[in-house]
């Protein structure tokens, strides 16, 4: 199984698909990076040996923002949002859908569950 950026890619797929394992890697940019190191996209993962693997991780290192370093520049973009009071900083401080998406019935997934009517009394026991 080899192991690059810190995953486990999965040892019976190719290559191409393989390498979307790894956060902030699409099966383009995968085809981009197996272009880069003169590896076949047809490759299974089992079959590469560690000089590929190896080229692989520099490639990715040196060219590309992936897993950590990618979530630590989203997050750093989103509480940017959030500080300058812009309309998509605030949503994402309510939780609320920031693309004009309608929220009155749907977008239960960023809203949470649907919580029961307060106040409402049972009918007395007998």
Not at 31 to 41: A, G, M, S, Y
Not at 69 to 78: G, H, S, T, V, W
Not at 93 to 116: E, F
């Amino acid at each position: 199984m080899a192991r690059i950026a810190g995953v486990d890619l999965p040892k019976n797929k190719r290559i191409e698909i393989g390498l979307t394992y790894i956060y902030g890697i699409g099966i383009s940019k995968s085809q981009e990076i197996l272009k880069k190191t003169h590896i076949d996209p047809n490759t299974k993962i089992q079959e590469l040996n560690d000089k590929q693997i190896i080229l692989i991780r520099n490639t990715l290192n040196n060219d590309y923002q992936i897993e950590g370093d990618l979530k630590r520049l989203e997050a750093i973009n989103i509480k940017r949002l959030m500080e300058i009071g812009c309309y998509k900083g605030r949503r994402h401080r309510l939780n609320l859908p920031l693309r004009g998406q309608r929220t009155r019935t749907n977008a239960r997934t960023r809203r949470g569950n649907k919580k029961t009517i307060a106040g409402k009394k049972k009918a007395p026991r007998k």
